[in-house]
């Protein structure tokens, strides 16, 4: 047998072995489309190898001319499997340019089959025989060249300038070895091919075509990446072997449960430890009904809830659910999922871990019983202590109102008794007055001195009086502050002006009489210690509360010193036995203002003692 024809067949079933193998790795990963495309590759090496060997066996320019045709149809194979091995392998390559190539090669296959005898020739005239290498006699074809072979050679440089512009993308990735390897080989051996095969077509070297061993190599290369990513994909299998190990490991030490859910087959996968917990067998295929069989019978629904929409929304869930273990005993769970998507979008994987919380259900649980019980309490230690502060409210009250009763007696004491005893007095001192102007002048005159004082100290406790009786004796609290303001006027030389809303509301005795208490003492402090000249007051109503404001233009004092007097303790305490507060502002350069607010709502429970 011919060494040529040995050689020839050898390369032929290197490349339908390499072929077979990448196939039936294809037909079980059916996702590795790149192993179907290397496949076809190889294919149609192999063809194209048994048509070489037809053309240096052939004997007449006719047959020559039938096998070069022929011939096209695997060179087409083998650049669209290699465009299609690109563009999956090194995701690299201008869609663009990768269409161009497929186009511009199809294109060339057509017109290879309208040419006679093909698309490389337009005539070929004779057949030339050279002798090589142990006597073996090869066929070399002499003829005229076709131009539009420049279709064909035009497919050639575009799949050329494919294969560059791929290597230059992944460099750029920086994956430089696979640059290297695959890109630099493809776009190397592809030059050699096509720069042999464009000389022997147009004459320039008498040589017959010899492009299935240079292919050959560049199957190689590939084959060689490709079987490169099968062993690291062994070793990365045997690695994570061992991490699924250390996992299980890890995850039974935190009574974790991992799971994931293949959506398209229906099948799920669960650590061996929750395995036999939720009485799943050790091994073999697990559904989501199975899973969902161990789930509670309450929390069903609420679980497949959460995990249909996390697949529909594509996104993460958590949910608290309780399982029945093997042996029956209920425990909770928490339960974290995340969504996988495809390329396209669409669901494939839902990949999830399981917490026991029953722990913590319990703790919250017994914290929920204790926080009830401390409510308990606190209810009934704050009923008590409404109790205690309305009794003492009510002893409060009935303690100013006794203040103002023994007010209201002492003012009658001072106007009908002390009062009437400085009248008489002066109306004595009046008489002795002119009993001695006549005869001693100068005892008359201190006898004038002596009436004048005791009317003055007559006025004086007739003012005291008034005070005293306050508006307690005064069924308007606007009259009262009025009269207030008189006597001030009138007495004390500080003009006192009381402004009202026209609109009124009910107001209680005892509000009626703090409200006057206040405004007294802020009108007598304002003219005894800050000096006024002039006081103002003001008693509006709102919606809900009613404001009384006492401003005079004294010299002011400092609020927040700690003085001896009790006036701005008493007005504040005055305030609150009312449900009221009472702010104070002072400054010296601009005088004092303070500010009573009482609520309005109704007060039936307050009631004057008799």
Known sequence: MSWITIVW?????ACLTLAAIYFVLWCQQRKTWM??????????VASLTAFELALLRAQTPEQYGVIVRWAQ????????????FVRLYLRAGRPWLAWSVCGARTLALILNFIFIPNLSYREITRLRQLSWWGGE???VPVGVTNPWILVAQLSSLLLIAFFIDATITVWRRGDWQRALHVGGALTLLSLIAVGQALLVVWGIIQVPFLACFTILGLLAVMGYELSSDIVRAAHLARELEVSEKRLN??????????WEWDLEKDEIWVTPTRRGQLGLPVSGRITFEDLLSRWHADDRDKVWQAVKKAITERKDYNVEYRIVLADGIVRWCRSCGRVHVDEQGKPTRLTGVSLDITARREAEALAEQHRDELEHLRQERTALLEREVTERARLEREVIESC?????????????????????IALSAKLLEEQLRTERPSDADKAAVITKLANRAARQTRLTARTLEGADGVGDLKTALRSLAANMTENCRCKVTVRADSSSFPISPPKAAQLYRVAQEAVHNAIEHGGAREVLIQLTFGDRDMLLTIQDDGKGFDPNANGNGMGLRIMRYRAQCIGGSCE???NRAEGTIITCSVPLQTDAHIHPVP
């Open 9 to 13: 067949s050898i390369n032929a079933g």
């Open 35 to 44: 192993h179907l495309a290397f496949s076809c590759s190889a294919v149609a």
């Open 584 to 586: 104070i502002w002072s």
């Open 249 to 258: 490991l890890a995850a039974d030490s935190a009574n974790l449960g991992m």
């Open 73 to 84: 149809l695997p060179v087409w194979v083998l650049v669209v499997s290699l465009v299609v």
């Open 137 to 139: 006699t090869v066929s």
């Open 404 to 424: 103002a009763r023994e007010e209201r007696r002492i003012a009658y004491d001072l106007h009908d008794g002390v009062g009437q005893q400085l009248v008489g």
